[in-house]
């Protein structure tokens, strides 16, 4: 097997009390390793042991992009202010080399053969994961210092392309979430637990006419949305159970909203005629069902790329199109008039806008293609 495919040893150097979303630096690097199907030891490995080793300083903490970054690497050691960090030995010479560094808490005094990379250099490394490009923390971890980190590892677990109230409106509210759950040691999955009580609660209310109060629960659950999936980011505890039940119920519901809402009108004397509800309904669920295939298929034919990373136009348009938060805005400045029934019909027009518009691209990509050309995200040329 070559060497690249060997799962690396990772191993923690140094001690350090302070904890980080209450886990040591060992426990932290642990949990990252099996995430990435490495194997983390308890101290420095064994004598004899043979490569490749990640090694990481006590010291300091660190954003999870690092790891497979460097794991990608091998003899790339980043330092921060000249002390190494975190390093991929590629043999047992090289650990020992680095290990001994990160144990004196001195800069490495044989760079030989080593790629040393300061992180005040400014390397962005592209998160496909998370639809970004950045340079993801590094930073001493010191008990002044867990506060800022603990924020720079929150907002490090964010989308970079996202809608426009996950990614402007409520950051903060869910950091303070996310930092409570962690200390109460509350699971991501019962934050998914709890979420889906107050969407199922608010999809009952909708079919009511209880809109305020339906949408005061969905404002609750769209924002546990978000702190189930930085909770486990940040804790390392992410699953594939976890991961079925967050995204299944994103993807599920919305449907289920946009129908009640619209049998909800009748409460309020709104109710659509038949040929205006089918054709509202038509053009929401049919388009809701159709965007979500033309972004299946543009990521089957370009290498899992999505849609929305392709050109900055794509990006930036994925904070409006046609999703459950930016209709809710919609919806919500309907309901300042008064007038819930136009607000599900212009979700229903810009739903078919969105559509048509992730339509053309995908036609777009197809004749790039077709052209010779590559489709490549702009995030990886940033």
Known sequence: MPEHDIAPQVATIGANPVKLWGLTMAERVARIARANGAQPQAGFPEVGAEGPFILSNAAFAWDPAWFKYVSSHPGMVLTLG????????????????????????????????????????????????????????????????????????????????????????????????????????????????????????????FAYGHYWLGMALGLAFMVLDTVDGKLARCTITSSEWGNVADHGMDLVHPPFWWWFWATGLATWGLAYDDVTFWWVQGAIQGGYVVQRLIEGLFMKQNGLMHIHVWRKFDSRFRLFTARRNPNMVILFVAMLFGRPDIGLIAVAWWTAISCLIHAVRLVQAWIVRAQGGRITSWLADA
């Open 82 to 205: 000249g002390l190494p960090a975190l390093a991929h030995a590629a043999d047992p010479a090289q650990a020992s080399r680095i290990a001994g560094a990160m144990a004196e808490g001195v800069p490495l005094r044989d760079a030989s053969g080593l790629q040393i990379v300061a992180y005040e250099s400014g390397p962005t490394i592209e998160n496909k994961q998370l639809r970004k490009r950045e340079t993801p923390f590094l930073m001493a971890l010191t008990p002044d210092t867990v506060r800022t980190i603990e924020r720079a590892s929150y907002f490090g677990a964010y989308k970079g392309v996202t809608d426009v109230l996950t990614k402007y409106l409520w950051p903060e509210w869910a950091l303070v979430l996310t930092r409570i759950c962690a200390r109460l040691h509350v699971t991501p999955n019962m934050v998914t637990a709890l979420g889906a009580v107050f969407c199922v609660a608010a999809t009952v209310l």
